[in-house]
């Protein structure tokens, strides 16, 4: 199977969720009347809201019937496409609980599954709730998995998404300066170590404290850049990904899956004599949670 997907970077403005909408709206416009055969959308982490918006995010977050979800349901069913976008997501059965998420929405503009950033990262702990599973959707263009920002640094976590059967993993994100390395570094590592082609959206722009650098880009299976934005600016790319293409990898040279000897990986991180922090929140260390 061949799909085309396009990843979208641009400045969510803190707050302004009305503006925020309309200008993924035009996004999707403009990819659509470039590249009508485009299938898949992706936008950054949080793009509904903006990043820095504190406190804000009691007021923001809403839950997934709530009207930017419907109102992006209206975008895809309108320009036949399959999106992914951030957003701050209150619990249904729990409202006082705020997630940091990502949502798949399909061609038809039907809800197909939500992602919870599960890697908090700094402030990200004081206002969001980490969830607890990487999900991989099953749609017409392949099965997906999402990941967001920090998540990238985890390699336990594209690896998961691979060995549930992920066809593509979308990372929204916001990665600010000035660690470009880092990003470039990881996108192109996860995609390498799992052969797997990864979309990645990252915005742009300055927020309270953080200034976000962009840099999106789609990843073959083999960690090679197929489209990218080395600039700051406001933009998307667009590149075709061949699923077939992976499975031929995977049965050739790179057989890592079969090559793989997981009994050898079960102390994981509990490794005798490495000190990790303690949480906080369970008063136990990750090596003594997982190991």
Known sequence: ??????????QPLLGRTTFNLRAMAKWVNRIKSEHF??????????????YECGNEFNSLAETIDGPSIHYMQ????RYHVHLIFGFAE?????????????????DTGQIIGTYRKVHLFDTEQTYFTPGHDYPVFTTKIGR?????????FFPEVARTLALKK????????NWERPRVNDWELCVRARAL??????????????????????????IGPLGNPIAAIDTETAGYIHAEIDYQQTEALRHGYYSIYQDAHPETYAQRWAVQGTAYPRNPKTGTNDAEQIG
């Open 90 to 106: 209150r619990d249904q059965l729990d409202p006082g609980v705020i997630y940091n998420s990502t949502m798949l929405i399909s």
């Open 144 to 152: 997906i998995g999402m990941m967001i920002c920090y998540d990238t």
């Open 193 to 218: 170590h799992n052969i797997i082609p990864i979309a990645a959206a990252n915005r742009i722009g300055f927020d309270k404290s953080l200034d976000f650098f962009g840099h999106s880009k789609i």
């Open 37 to 50: 055969e485009t299938q898949l959308i992706i936008f950054p982490e949080l793009s509904i809201s903006g």
């Open 74 to 77: 209206n975008v895809a069913y």
């Open 1 to 10: 199977m061949k799909i085309q997907v396009a990843c979208a970077q641009f």
């Open 166 to 173: 992920a066809d593509l993993i979308a990372i929204s994100t």
